[in-house]
């Protein structure tokens, strides 16, 4: 995008910001989506380690995961949101013939997502310091700024993931939405360090940026990291990942284009 | 002569099924020219390929093979390019269920790259034009498909396209509201002076919209043409249906001008003549003359049915199968 197109292309952002606004806005689920789900899955952690008589750092080891779980989830939803429903209003067409790029696609949706999932960070934050007194600004600001702008970019990467499978599998994908995201449970140590995992894990975890992204967060609560630079990891990985994405974006789209999957998605 | 519309060579094959063994032949070396400013209509039945040829032209759709020049613009190496000056309307139109017709209108004209007042007026323009004002504010999954239809029509003037691909524009609709939008389109058209290539399997609606029309089928161009030059082309003739009194002689009939074939059964005589509208009082005459009372005269010109059904027929037999 050249600097005297930049107004075109900001406008092209904006409408899918527009466009997942007034679909999120009319639609009581996202409520849930925001509200519902991240807060009763936050209550449901947060008791369990009251009732396991954590100490207050151990408490927080688990709410940071719970915590980063949620954010990743809104705001990934938001990037794969922006096919699906394309796809489930049959209306994929439209958007493809007009004069857009994935670039917009993406960025636009992931503006929204962001704000969702700023909004659900605040929320359960906000409780964390209220029912269980773990303190999330204890590391300071821009450590903060730093590991959410982290999960964001992780949600980012997921919600592209999403998007090519929805090109390439059509409706057959649109699962994929919800599930794709549980892996990072399993695998990223989100209530329990990595090293504990059994062979081959651990070594799928340290391909994945939020390993060290919430390594790299909690060792401000007294967690030894065990990655020497995980932010340069986190991030480093952050960007090859998008670059591929990127690519495979491309080339799925291309392949949509030459196969008639577009086509097909909006009869 | 510049071509809005250029095609040449184009082939494309669906596979589908396991490992995509299962084949279909959608399009077999499609040749066209369309010019700037002229309304090209592209006939043919369900499944000739129509929506396919329209989907490659529109880049929405790659080809196996050929070329696609748009605007004088290779569209296979730019589409990016060409998605700027071109637009699309489909039947059965599907948009943005959760949003209203103005929203969506609003969203797909951010998508050309619309701001602003610029977009505000525009969008504004375009639900006049369209007669949708009443239903601006009604969400696209509660209107009529005759409403969707005139907002699928809004979307694709949003970016002032050079060149207009319609999908079957009417199909769906009832009779009333296919008649506005066949009038809807023709107007646009003229005003704008926008190039116009319209499927449709409506012989109808390609005679009165499309200045020359092209008949697909089985994914090949059978012939081009405009309306009169193909009828002219099949001279299948016109039928003249004579009810009678008495007695028409067969002698008579052959005495008149242009007579290509006759068949009289019981009181009614159907005469094919090469120009039902030049013979027909010769024609009369003759027959009156001859003792026989006319109470009641038809005539039923070639149509573009009989012309499709004709060259249809011709490929068939070349190809050695039945029609």
């Keep these: 995008m050249s600097l005297s197109n930049l107004p075109n292309g900001l406008i092209r952002i904006w409408a899918f910001v527009f466009k997942n606004w007034i679909i999120t806005k009319r639609n009581i689920f996202s409520l849930f989506e925001i509200a519902f789900w991240p807060v009763v899955g936050f209550f449901s952690i947060g008791l369990l380690t009251t009732f396991l008589e954590l100490d207050v750092n151990m408490s927080g080891f688990i709410l940071t995961g719970i915590i980063s779980m949620s954010v990743i989830q809104v705001c990934q939803i938001d990037v794969a949101y922006v096919l699906l429903y394309d796809l489930w209003s049959k209306a994929l067409k ?137 932010l340069g990891w986190g991030f480093g990985l952050i960007g090859v990942y998008l670059i591929l994405e990127a690519f495979l974006f491309k080339i799925v789209l291309h392949r949509a284009r030459r196969t008639g999957t577009l086509l097909r998605l909006s009869e | 002569m510049a071509f809005a519309i250029e095609a040449e060579g184009i082939f494309k094959t669906f596979r589908t099924g396991w490992r995509g063994k ?47 020049h748009i605007l004088g613009i290779d569209a296979l190496a730019n589409g990016a390019r060409i998605r700027e000056r071109v637009n699309i309307s489909s039947g059965n139109a599907n948009f943005l269920w959760s949003l209203t017709v103005k929203e969506n209108l609003h969203f797909y004209g951010m998508l050309y790259g619309l701001v602003g007042r610029q977009r505000e007026e525009k969008v504004n323009a375009l639900i006049g034009l369209l007669d949708l004002r009443e239903h601006q504010n009604v969400l696209f999954d509660r209107i009529s498909t005759g409403m969707k239809q005139r907002l699928s029509l809004a979307k694709c003037l949003l970016n002032d396209p050079e060149v207009l691909f319609l999908d079957e524009p009417t199909v769906g609709l009832d009779p009333n509201a296919a008649s506005r939008i066949r009038e809807e389109i023709r107007s646009i058209q003229k005003e704008r002076k926008m190039t116009v290539l319209l499927t449709t399997h409506n012989m109808r609606e390609a005679e009165t919209l499309c200045g020359r029309i092209a008949f697909l089928k089985a994914g090949e161009i059978l012939t081009a043409g405009t309306a009169q030059a193909l009828k002219q082309m099949v001279r299948v003739g016109d039928v003249v249906r004579i009810e009678f009194q008495g007695r028409i002689s067969e002698d008579d009939i052959l005495r008149g001008d242009g007579v290509i074939n006759y068949s009289i059964s019981g009181n009614l005589c159907e005469i094919v003549v090469d120009d039902g509208e030049k013979r027909l009082g010769s024609l009369v005459a003759v027959l009156s003359q001859g003792g026989a009372e006319i109470r009641k005269v038809t005539l039923r010109q070639t149509d573009l049915e009989d012309v499709f059904i004709e060259f249809a027929k011709r490929t068939d037999s070349d190809m050695g199968l039945r029609l």
């Design chain 1, 94 to 230: 439209h958007t493809f013939i007009a004069p857009i790029g994935s670039f917009h696609l993406i960025s636009g949706s992931w503006l929204i997502g962001v704000m969702r999932s700023f909004v659900v960070f605040l929320l359960l934050s906000i409780f964390s310091a209220l029912a269980f007194g773990f303190d999330f600004l204890r590391p300071g600001i821009l450590p903060l700024c730093l590991f959410l702008l982290g999960l964001f970019l992780t949600a980012a990467l997921i919600g592209v993931s999403v998007c090519i499978l929805v090109l390439v599998f059509g409706y057959n994908a649109e699962v994929a939405a919800w599930s794709v995201v549980s892996l990072l449970y399993l695998v990223c140590g989100i209530y329990y360090p990595v090293s504990i995992l059994p062979f081959p894990l651990p070594v799928i975890a340290r391909a994945i940026p939020l390993t060290y992204l919430l390594e790299y967060f909690r060792s401000f609560y007294g967690f030894k990291s065990v990655s020497g630079n995980c």
């Design chain 2, 22 to 68: 299962r084949r279909t032949e959608a399009l077999k070396g499609i040749d066209l020219r369309v010019n700037a400013g002229e309304i090209f209509g592209i006939l043919g039945p369900n499944g000739a390929g129509k929506t396919t040829l329209l989907s490659i032209l529109s880049t929405l759709l790659l080809p196996d093979r050929g070329k696609v």
